[in-house]
């Protein structure tokens, strides 16, 4: 017979974990939506935010609420220098290129922290209380459950941002249409960057909640794969797909580590990817791009 209460705690538990990934898979689309870039790069840019942030709190001791913005806003601006050095002088080259080069980014970011911090998995210092969440009669992990609250209100700070702030206005109009955003004087390579900055600053507040919930590493650009499955299950261009395409992969990673093993949660995202490529290749959100011949 199905145990209902355990189904319903698993679901709490996967739609939670799906909270952190819509956070990064956020991240990736506010980049895509702006420059068309995918950057394959995400999960290393979220591990330097982690990175970071030990650094400032337990190498240099500062107290948690300095450490975690100066960890945020040295991501932002290694966002900055990515876009500026690396990215910007490949506007107009083909799609390919642009997207090979985030993949060796990946590699050269996840080298630099080996050099500077190695190999070595480290614990990041607590800050979220550590109760036993009861939901009912299910129970939630108190750092998933703090998690996935952070994430969620931090995705609605950044969509409030977008709405009512005249940069985030700028880059919706950007995302929507460069060449009309041009004529209006919008400066397009400017909000190119604000992209970068934005989204690396997103990465590095996901990578802080997910370095506490499991510790880092410099192989903690692993979850860059989920989140990239999340993106483009829910469109690479839609922030709503993120947001639901990260709580659909969340919920299907744990029923299938429940029932079918924990081995079988990678498996069953990329499964479940197939699918939807193969009935809307565009995502479940995406834009549908059609054109003449």
């Known amino acids: 017979m199905m145990d209902w209460?355990?189904?319903?705690?698993?679901?709490?538990?996967?739609?939670?974990?799906g909270g952190l990934y819509a956070l990064a898979a956020l991240a990736f689309v506010m980049?895509?939506?702006?420059?068309r870039v995918v950057n394959i790069a995400i999960g290393e840019i979220l591990m330097v935010g982690a990175y970071l942030f030990?650094?400032?709190s337990a190498s240099l001791a500062l107290p948690l609420w300095l450490a975690i913005p100066a960890a945020v806003l040295c991501c932002g601006l290694l966002g900055a220098?990515?876009?500026?050095?690396?990215?910007?002088?490949?506007?107009?080259?083909?799609?390919?290129?642009v997207f090979m080069v985030t993949v060796g980014l990946a590699s050269v970011l996840v080298g630099l922290v080996e050099m500077i911090w190695t190999a070595d998995q480290r614990r990041l210092p607590d800050f979220m209380p550590t109760?036993?969440?009861?939901?009912?009669?299910?129970?939630?992990?108190?750092?998933?459950?703090?998690?996935?609250?952070?994430?969620?209100?931090?995705?609605?700070?950044?969509?409030?941002?977008?709405?009512?702030?005249?940069?985030?206005?700028?880059?919706?109009?950007?995302a929507s249409d460069q060449a009309a955003a041009y004529s209006m004087g919008i400066n397009?390579?400017?909000?190119?960057?604000?992209?970068?900055?934005?989204?690396?600053?997103?990465?590095?507040?996901?990578g802080i909640i997910v370095g506490s919930i499991g510790g880092i590493s410099s192989s903690m650009g692993v979850f860059g794969l989920s989140v990239l499955v999340v993106v483009i299950v829910g469109g690479l261009d839609s922030v709503l797909g993120a947001l639901l395409g990260g709580l659909f992969i969340g919920l299907i990673e744990a029923l299938a580590g429940a029932y079918l093993g924990g081995e079988y949660k990678l498996l069953s995202t990329f499964i479940m990817l197939v699918?939807?490529?193969?009935?809307?290749?565009?995502?479940?959100?995406?834009?549908?791009?059609?054109e003449r011949l």
């Open 54 to 56: 030990f650094t400032f």
């Open 131 to 174: 109760q036993p969440i009861m939901i009912g009669e299910a129970f939630l992990a108190p750092k998933i459950f703090w998690g996935a609250v952070i994430a969620v209100v931090f995705i609605a700070a950044v969509l409030l941002v977008l709405r009512f702030w005249r940069g985030g206005v700028a880059l919706r109009a950007t």
């Open 5 to 17: 209460a355990y189904l319903f705690e698993i679901s709490l538990t996967g739609l939670a974990s």
């Open 275 to 290: 699918i939807v490529l193969m009935i809307r290749p565009y995502g479940l959100f995406g834009t549908r791009e059609i």
């Open 31 to 35: 980049v895509y939506k702006a420059t």
């Open 188 to 206: 397009v390579p400017r909000v190119f960057s604000l992209a970068w900055v934005v989204s690396a600053m997103i990465a590095a507040v996901s």
């Open 81 to 97: 220098v990515i876009e500026r050095t690396i990215i910007r002088p490949l506007l107009g080259e083909p799609p390919i290129s």
